[in-house]
């Protein structure tokens, strides 16, 4: 097998657990603030503290990736992608010694501190990928860690009825260290870092303004951000949406769970085809043809009559959504200078945690006003636009750019 594909290989399966491991917990955390060991009883403060506790491994998330980006690029891709896979092994592990909620809050954010395998794995395959697979390669390992969100809560609600709360944060945290080592042993990367440490040192500012300054990488950024504040942003209102189509409490729980993951499903499968096909016909064109249908889809949704129509309209939104994340890879790592694609892939991953962060806040406000149709209605609007943007920085310039080469 090719070096590249099995670097592909044990990053797919790297992603998968990372991503299992960080939505394993989801289903049980206010339950495991009930647990005997933390002890709270106070319903009010536990969902609150289970609010903050999820929310805070995003924010230092968002703060550190450039960081973390910056010496990706200095000391190479795979150093980075073992310190944070070896780092969150222990993490997790402690998590599960934890007896108050000060100690998962603070776990949570150190996570999120020294997180960036998602990013570090993303910059080593489209380093070590050859270009004409490059659509291929970024959509499978985005479908690894859409597999992982996806059975995520599902497994960690079944461990959590098999064999208790703790005992989860320990298997999680032995299976990502087992994929650590694995990458340890298997994953290679062409690095020179004598030729690295050459080159002038460059703050994280100083890299975000000259990245900041290719129009190209500022429109994937927004996309990125887009498409997690639009996922995440219906998600802690979805259960009241079904209840209300669904209109009994009988098999409630089921459902909303089904049409929360639907999209993620059909994404899942959708992610390598389309990546494939913008291999063939190029990036540009399957991300914008993925923007307008996932736009269009927002639509129907907030009109739905049943939960069989909204499981329906989120199941083929899932296939256009998975056109957009492995595009947006291989035209980020197209469009970044050479020597930053660490930085470049750290910005875009702080870009998802901020659509983390503030997509369910936002939705909640906007509910407020407009009920959860309203939700699904303004991210429709907000993707459409999006789209424009990304015809007039990347589309159009590329065609422009092939008419003057052709003449």
């Excluded at 797919?12 to 960080?22: K, S």
């Excluded at 703060?63 to 891709?77: A, E, H, I, N, T």
């Excluded at 790592?333 to 503030?358: H, K, V, Y």
């Amino acid at each position: 097998m090719e070096q590249w594909k099995k670097n592909l290989a044990v990053l797919w399966f790297g992603q998968f657990l990372v991503m299992g491991g960080m939505t394993m917990i989801i289903p049980f955390m206010s339950l495991y603030l009930q647990s005997e060991r933390i002890g709270l009883t106070d319903q009010h403060e536990i969902a609150t503290w289970a609010g903050v506790i999820f929310a805070g491994n995003f924010v230092t998330a968002f703060l550190f990736q450039p960081l973390w980006g910056k010496l990706s690029d200095r000391y190479g891709r795979k150093m980075m992608l073992l310190r944070s896979g070896f780092g969150m092994a222990i993490v997790m592990i402690l998590m599960g010694f934890a007896t108050s909620p000060w100690h998962l809050l603070l776990l949570r954010m150190v996570n999120g501190t020294i997180s960036g395998f998602n990013p570090a794995a993303v910059s080593l395959i489209s380093i070590t990928t050859p270009k004409d697979r490059m659509g291929f390669a970024m959509g499978t390992l985005q479908s690894g860690g859409i597999a992982g969100t996806i059975l995520g809560p599902f497994m960690g609600g079944l461990l959590a009825d098999a064999v208790g709360y703790r005992p989860i944060f320990y298997l999680t945290g032995s299976l990502l260290f087992a994929a650590s080592m694995l990458a340890f042993i298997i994953v290679k990367e062409r690095f020179n870092r004598e030729e690295a440490a050459a080159k002038p040192a460059m703050s994280v500012v100083e890299g975000f303004r000259k990245l900041s300054a290719v129009p190209q990488l500022m429109a994937l950024f927004c996309v990125t951000f887009l498409l997690q504040f639009a996922n995440i942003g219906p998600m802690p209102l979805m259960p009241l949406y079904v209840q209300e189509l669904h209109g009994t409490t009988v098999n409630l729980a089921f459902w909303a769970g089904f049409v929360g993951s639907a999209a993620g499903l059909s994404n899942m499968f959708a992610s390598p085809l389309l990546g494939r096909l913008s291999d063939r016909i190029g990036q540009e064109r399957i991300l914008g043809l993925s923007l307008i249908g996932a736009a269009l889809l927002f639509i129907p949704q907030a009109f739905a009559g049943s939960v069989w129509q909204l499981l329906l309209f989120r199941l083929l939104q899932g296939c256009f959504m998975g056109g957009l994340i492995p595009s947006v890879n291989a035209l980020v790592r197209r469009f970044t200078p050479d020597g930053m694609e660490g930085r470049s892939f750290s910005l875009n991953s702080s870009m998802l945690a901020l659509g983390n962060m503030i997509g369910p806040i936002v939705g909640g406000l906007v509910s407020g006003w407009t009920g959860i149709r309203g939700v699904f209605l303004i991210s429709a609007g907000l993707f459409l636009l999006n789209a424009v943007w990304v015809r007039r920085t990347l589309i159009s310039k590329r065609g422009a750019r092939v008419g003057g080469e052709g003449s």
